[in-house]
């Protein structure tokens, strides 16, 4: 398959002024799910170095393994097979240097928002005063906007709002490394356009390593220093990485009107396209779909008369 490759090979981007050790390593990574007949493989043989300090954003089709992907990195579930390493060591389990921000926003329904931010702060800064993590946690609500809700209650909050509430949650905790599972997708339009320019501002404001998946081309390119595809399951590989050569800061409305960004859309969405069709079709070849034989019987010929009575009346 053949991807387009962008031109310009010259520019300097971020990347280059990261340190080149990787802080996640995945090394031949295969996860699967069931056994025996019932056996799905998800991922398979996924190789992946993330840098310090950048912005990889993951792009896949619903059902690939996106979710399966950030739960291995979370520590959430171990692979079948290969290895993944957190600043060299492998991850044996979920820790404070990775935080986890879901698509559907898991927050406490009898705490506030500040009272929700406050719970993990409190439980990773332990030896920290009373008042530094109260200054901690108030910094973190408004970062995020949410300075004139933070005694509400999730119920009485938007989805954005509770996003948000999660967002704040996670990056009060400073993780050294911020996996966003599709944080946006549960979002109308309006409200995802909005918090993609806040997540941006935050992640320039703290720089952090920061992993996001998502479904939506445009998402990556606005927030990623490379982006990479997760091609289609079963057994879903990584497809080629593209590097985002786009000036910082990023502004939406303006990237509209780049080439360079339409080029690249073009590109990852081209790639993905060509995959998912490949994909079918290779489905298509190998189908499993059950095949009728006829049964080994002598048909009764309908022109001759026949002794056989079915349903004679008594
Ligand atoms: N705990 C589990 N047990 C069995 N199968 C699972 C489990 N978790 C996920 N799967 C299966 O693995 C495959 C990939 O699921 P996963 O949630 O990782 O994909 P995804 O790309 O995040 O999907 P979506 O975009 O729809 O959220 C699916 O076929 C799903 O049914």
């Known amino acids: ?36 007949v019932t056996r799905n493989e998800v991922l398979q043989n996924i190789n992946l170095n993330i840098r310090e300090g950048e912005f990889l954003a993951v792009v896949g089709f619903s059902g690939s393994g996106k979710t399966t992907f950030t739960q291995l990195l979370a520590g959430l579930i171990q692979p079948d097979s290969g290895e993944i390493l957190m600043e060299g060591e492998p991850i044996t389990g979920p820790g404070p240097d990775r935080g986890l921000v879901f698509q559907n926003y898991s927050l406490l329904p009898w705490l506030t928002v500040r009272g929700n931010i406050a719970l993990s702060v409190d439980s990773v800064f332990r030896t920290w005063g009373k008042g530094e993590r109260r200054d901690h946690v108030e910094k973190f609500i408004e970062m995020v906007g949410l300075s004139h809700a933070a005694h509400r209650h999730p119920h ?51 720089r952090q390593t920061c992993l996001m998946i998502t479904n939506d081309v445009d998402e990556a390119i606005l ?13 879903a590989s990584l497809g080629p990485m593209f590097t985002v050569e786009l000036d910082r800061p990023r502004e939406k409305s303006s990237l509209n009107h780049n080439e360079r960004f339409k080029g690249l859309r073009n590109a990852v969405t081209n790639y993905l396209v060509a995959v998912r ?5 290779d489905e298509a070849a190998v189908s499993t779909a059950p095949k009728f034989e006829l049964p080994d019987i002598e048909p009764i010929s309908l022109t001759k008369p026949h002794r056989l009575i079915v349903n004679s009346p008594a």
């Open 223 to 235: 927030v990623a220093d490379r982006i990479v595809a997760l091609n289609p399951g079963p057994c």
């Open 156 to 206: 009485e909050l938007s989805g954005g709002m509770r996003q948000r509430t999660s967002l704040a949650r996670t990056l009060a905790m400073k993780p050294k490394v911020l996996l966003l599972d599709e944080p946006l997708s549960a979002l109308d339009a309006l409200t995802r356009s909005g918090l993609q320019e806040e997540i941006l501002k935050i992640w320039e404001e703290e």
């Open 277 to 281: 069709q490949k994909s079918r079709s």
């Open 1 to 36: 398959m053949s991807v387009a490759v962008l031109p310009n090979p010259t520019i300097e981007t971020r990347l280059d002024h990261l340190p080149p050790n990787p802080i996640l390593t995945m090394r031949n990574v295969s996860k699967g799910y069931g056994s025996g």
